[in-house]
């Protein structure tokens, strides 16, 4: 099966996949960037993707939401990696030898307290997914640089580690969703969670009364975002998350806030995965049920 990723093998991306997947053989669908995810999915060149959606120290991943809106994807399944950071760079050298760093964005982000305190001409170098800027230092043996990756990519590129759990918050996750195209469901488990988007009139009180209604179908929100709709300045989505016992409960629920909203849409029903259990689509590959 194919899935396509930002990064490469040792990734945090390629960790997701492996977590859920792990009795599946899966054939990764390298990408630079988070949009040839989407990209591939909506061409063919991969069944799935795995996007990163937030991260409990840099915040929500804002572009994915719009990749995941904008062609019809569905959300399918999600995973949470707990992410520790390591600078890590040639064995030759020690951390007073560094004076350059490379990583992923959103990994910097996640150590910028750490990184203030390297001096003024240390040099913060956004590159592209952790483990390709690792491999990169160790297969052009550049001296002199660090990246800023998991202890996997240490282990994987025989790269020495300079510092350990250097993110700026020792609880640090990030949440990644599974995405396929619309309608290639296939979990034959009750969803329990769902993402749904939808616009509102500019009036007073109108997300007070969506909420509200959602409340009153015991919805359990978990996370509400707001994006711009592109091409209508000043205009909102909102992206909501929410928990249910009784599916049911849910799809009255979104019945009954279609009528009083705009351009809603559920983007994915699926099943909670705090405990990353392995996706559903590992046993209907197994046992075709
Ligand atoms: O560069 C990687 O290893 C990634 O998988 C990317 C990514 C991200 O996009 O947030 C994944 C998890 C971590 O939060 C840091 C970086």
Redesign the pocket.
């Known amino acids: 099966m194919k899935v396509a990723?930002?990064?490469i093998e040792?990734?945090?991306?390629?960790?997701?996949v492996q977590q859920l997947f792990p009795e599946t053989e899966i054939e990764l669908v390298k990408c630079e960037a988070?949009d040839q995810v989407t990209q591939c999915v909506k061409n063919g060149k991969a069944t799935y993707g795995v996007?990163?959606i937030e991260?409990t120290i840099?915040g929500s991943?804002l572009p994915?939401y719009n990749l995941i809106d904008a062609d019809e994807f569905e959300i399918f399944d999600e995973a949470f990696?707990n992410?520790q950071?390591y600078l890590m760079a040639l064995e030759s050298e020690s951390i007073i030898d560094i004076f350059e760093v490379h990583?992923?964005?959103?990994?910097l982000l996640?150590c910028r307290e750490y990184l203030r305190k390297f001096p003024p001409q240390f040099k913060i170098i956004e590159g592209?997914?952790?483990?390709?800027?690792a491999k990169r230092i160790r297969e052009n043996n550049i001296k002199g640089a660090a990246a800023i990756?998991?202890k996997q990519?240490a282990n994987r590129f025989g790269l020495k580690i300079l510092d350990s759990n250097i993110q700026d918050i020792k609880e640090?996750e990030?949440r990644?969703v599974l995405i396929g195209k619309r309608g290639a469901s296939f979990s034959k488990k009750v969803p329990n969670k769902a993402t749904i988007k939808f616009q509102l009139d500019s009036e007073v009180g109108t997300l007070s009364k969506a909420l509200q209604l959602l409340a009153s179908y015991d919805m359990n929100l978990t996370k509400i975002q707001s994006l711009p709709v592109l091409g209508v300045p000043w205009r909102y989505a909102f992206f909501v998350d929410v928990t249910f016992g009784d599916p049911q409960k849910f799809y009255d629920a979104t019945e009954a806030l279609n009528k009083s909203v705009k351009e809603f849409k559920i983007v994915g029903a699926y099943t909670q995965n705090k405990e990353n259990a392995p996706s559903e689509l590992t046993k209907v590959l197994a046992h075709g049920k």
């Open positions: 990723i930002q990064g040792g990734s945090f991306h390629d960790e997701a988070f996007l990163a991260n840099a991943i994915n990696l992410i950071m990583s992923h964005p959103v990994a996640q592209k997914d952790t483990a390709s800027e990756a998991g990519v640090n990030t990644f």
